[in-house]
């Protein structure tokens, strides 16, 4: 089944503790891009990437880190979380054809409360 | 700056009844346009797309949007709502610009009566 895979779902932790959310594609897809949702301010992009090893930013990249080690896999990494970092993320995927836009295949979410 | 305006908060509507949910982009050229539901506790679902073409555009679900460039708008359309259409919507655009980013609106949280 083609889908897009998150882990943890849920997650709580403390102030500072370094934590990474993984995700990863089956669908061969070049583009992988991550998401906060908050209530009231819909869904913001915190970083995206075109293909392996190539990374940018979002609009709300601050506190976060990202890889592009292999092309299915795209994990999240908060270095030292702070409580406003407490939200649902979403990764999503696209297969990025020439200079198209597709379909963007989301993730179920990860639930994540900084304490 | 981008921007994508749902300027719809909360939308009750009763089953049965027509809906639309508005949409206003700014953008300097036209943008790529989406339409996404999510189910309580779900991931976001493709509605429909616009690129180019017909500016009337069929998603699934029954879902239909016009895109008007003069009033910069993408309103997303259905005839008739079902019970399980309620949900939340979101509206957004993809800067044909080649950097692949994407901004969505706030959203519009969909409530349907029996």
């Known amino acids: 089944e083609a889908q897009v895979t998150q882990n943890p779902r849920y997650l709580i932790t403390v102030t500072g503790k370094k934590l990474t959310v993984t995700c990863s594609q089956n669908?061969?897809?070049?583009?992988m891009s991550w998401y906060r949702q908050d209530p009231g301010l819909g869904l913001r992009q915190i970083y995206y990437?075109?293909?392996?090893?190539?990374?940018d930013k979002g609009d709300v990249p601050e506190g976060y880190k990202v890889s592009r080690k292999e092309k299915r896999n795209f994990p999240l990494i908060l270095e030292s979380p702070s409580p406003n970092q407490t939200s649902l993320y979403f990764c999503?995927?696209?297969?990025?054809?020439?200079?198209?836009?597709?379909?963007?295949?989301f993730g179920p979410g990860t639930r994540l409360t900084v304490l | 700056a981008q921007s994508v305006t749902q300027p719809d908060i909360h939308i009750t509507v009763s089953e049965g009844a027509s809906l639309e949910l508005r949409c206003n982009y700014s953008y300097g050229a036209t943008p790529y346009l989406f339409w996404y539901v999510q189910s309580p506790g779900q991931g976001l679902q493709l509605l429909l797309k616009?690129?180019?073409?017909?500016?009337l555009v069929q998603g699934i679900k029954g879902f239909e949007a016009e895109f008007k460039r003069s009033q910069s708008s993408f309103n997303l359309r259905k005839p008739s709502v079902h019970w399980s259409d309620a949900a939340e919507y979101f509206c957004?655009?993809?800067?044909?610009?080649?950097?692949?980013?994407?901004?969505f609106g706030t959203g519009t949280r969909l409530k349907v009566l029996a």
């Open positions: 990437s075109m293909n392996v090893e190539v990374t």
């Open positions: 957004a655009v993809g800067a044909p610009s080649g950097t692949y980013k994407y901004i």
């Open positions: 669908m061969n897809h070049e583009y």
């Open positions: 999503a995927s696209n297969p990025k054809t020439g200079s198209s836009y597709n379909e963007q295949f």
């Open positions: 616009y690129f180019s073409g017909d500016t």
